[in-house]
Structure formats: C-alpha cells, structure tokens
C-alpha cells in the first residue's frame, strides 16, 4: 500500500517525520533510482526506496515498550562519556529500540521504547498535548505553598509555560513530602526548574504517567510490553 514517503521513514524508524521531509529536500531520498520529491507516495512492498544509498525496510512487527529507568542512567543508545544508558536495561527485548522523549540522569520512571518511528513522533509531538505526571520528593516550603506556587507559575525564565496541575501526595518524613505534577509540554528539566523557581529541592522525581500510559507497579530497572489498550492508545495518536 503506498504512503507518504517522510511516513515511510519515520516508520521505519530513521528519522522523525519532519527530519525525514529535510531528507527528501536534500536529495537523499530516491523511489526506482529516481530522486524522490517532496509530496510523493510509495509502496515499500513494491517500490525500491532508499534513504543515503541504503535500502528502505520497515519490519513486519514493531516493539512498544515501557521501561522503568532507574536513577544513574542515560536516556541514549550510546554515552561518549561511558554513562550507563537505557539501551543497557532493554537489550534483551530483540529489537534495537529508541527512548521516545527524554529523563535527565537523576531522574527516574515511565520512559516508552520502540522501533517505531512514526508513533515516537506522535508521543512527543506538541500538538498532542500528551499529559505527563511526575511525582516529585521535595523540601523548603509548606506543602500548601508548593502547590499554590508551583501551580501559579506562568513562565519559567522567561519563557511563557502553561499552568500545571498539582496535587498534595504525602508526608515522607524529614520535612519531605510528595507532590504529583502534570504538565501538557516538554521543556528541558521542566519540572526541576519549575520547582527551583518556586525554592524548593527536589529529593526525588518520577514520572508515572504519559497520557493513558500508567507506569502502576512495574519495577524499577525492569520493563514490559504495552498492552493492547496501551498500544491502540498509542497508535490512534498517529
């Protein structure tokens, strides 16, 4: 069946949908030995697609993991400064799989890895609006003023961020407590700054949701398949 040849590519996992539209711009891209156009279909079945000389393949069958990421970990396939990385903890799922958006390396939970491209892009993509809820450890002020600060913020440094939601979780002991925070973007270490700017230390932080995907009771350093309600979640966001 044919279909747009930046889906193609995004599905087979090279490149995100727009990267692969610059690919197609920048000649790289060619259907029967032809350079390709920017617009065309094609039929990877029947049609010789290559993207830098290298034939197209899209496998029959994708992987769609969650994984737990611990704390200490990279989310990359390979660390120039021989960090342990994600890739390390999924290496036995049978597929080369890639992180779908980011954790910083203190931080810790639900990270979805797959080999399809084209619902990666869709994850992570800021028309979606795909929630993400953290639950965050912190100190230095009342829970009451935390929630009210942290849900008051408006910008961050600047630059203008939507209103999150908060919610009181717990006494940790210590003067600690737990907070869940749901934003609806993915700005760098958004919820660390959003908590710095509020005067509060984050002890801990986890994300335990994305959208409909609920990390529940998965271990940390462990992972599993998503389910089928997860997966046609995921896959309608395409």
Same mark, same amino acid.
């Given at each position: 069946?044919?279909?747009?040849?930046?889906?193609?590519?995004?599905?087979?996992?090279?490149?995100?949908?727009?990267?692969?539209?610059?690919?197609?711009?920048?000649?790289?891209?060619?259907?029967?030995?032809?350079?390709?156009?920017?617009?065309?279909?094609?039929?990877?079945?029947?049609?010789?697609?290559?993207?830098?000389?290298?034939?197209?393949?899209?496998?029959?069958?994708?992987?769609?993991?969650?994984?737990?990421?611990?704390?200490?970990?990279?989310?990359?396939?390979?660390?120039?400064?021989?960090?342990?990385?994600?890739?390390?903890?999924?290496?036995?799922?049978?597929?080369?799989?890639?992180?779908?958006?980011? @954790? =910083?390396?203190?931080?810790? #939970?639900?990270?979805?890895?797959?080999?399809? &491209? *084209?619902? $990666?892009?869709? !994850?992570?993509?800021?028309?979606?609006?795909?929630?993400?809820?953290?639950?965050?450890?912190?100190?230095?002020?009342?829970?009451?003023?935390?929630?009210?600060?942290?849900?008051?913020?408006?910008?961050?440094?600047?630059?203008?961020?939507?209103?999150?939601?908060?919610?009181?979780?717990?006494?940790?002991?210590?003067?600690?407590?737990?907070?869940?925070?749901?934003?609806?973007?993915?700005?760098?270490?958004?919820?660390?700054?959003?908590?710095?700017?509020?005067?509060?230390?984050?002890?801990?932080?986890?994300?335990?949701?994305?959208?409909?995907?609920? @990390? =529940?009771?998965?271990?940390? #350093?462990?992972?599993?398949?998503?389910?089928? &309600? *997860?997966? $046609?979640?995921? !896959?309608?966001?395409?």
């Amino acid at each position: 069946m044919k279909e747009r040849l930046q889906k193609l590519i995004s599905s087979a996992g090279l490149a995100s949908r727009r990267a692969a539209e610059e690919l197609i711009k920048q000649g790289r891209v060619t259907v029967n030995g032809a350079r390709a156009e920017l617009g065309m279909s094609a039929d990877p079945d029947a049609d010789d697609i290559r993207v830098n000389g290298r034939r197209l393949r899209i496998a029959a069958d994708r992987v769609y993991i969650m994984l737990n990421k611990p704390r200490g970990y990279v989310t990359t396939l390979s660390d120039e400064k021989g960090r342990k990385t994600v890739a390390e903890l999924v290496k036995d799922a049978g597929r080369r799989l890639y992180p779908v958006g980011r @954790l =910083d390396l203190n931080s810790e #939970g639900l990270l979805i890895m797959t080999d399809d &491209g *084209e619902a $990666a892009n869709a !994850l992570t993509h800021p028309s979606h609006e795909v929630a993400k809820t953290y639950r965050v450890t912190v100190s230095g002020l009342s829970p009451e003023a935390a929630v009210i600060g942290l849900g008051g913020l408006r910008e961050l440094e600047g630059e203008p961020i939507r209103p999150a939601q908060v919610s009181f979780v717990g006494e940790t002991g210590e003067g600690r407590y737990q907070l869940d925070v749901t934003i609806h973007e993915g700005k760098n270490r958004q919820v660390r700054r959003m908590c710095a700017a509020c005067g509060l230390e984050v002890r801990r932080l986890v994300r335990i949701a994305e959208g409909e995907l609920l @990390l =529940d009771g998965l271990r940390t #350093g462990k992972w599993r398949h998503l389910t089928a &309600g *997860e997966l $046609a979640w995921l !896959l309608n966001l395409r």
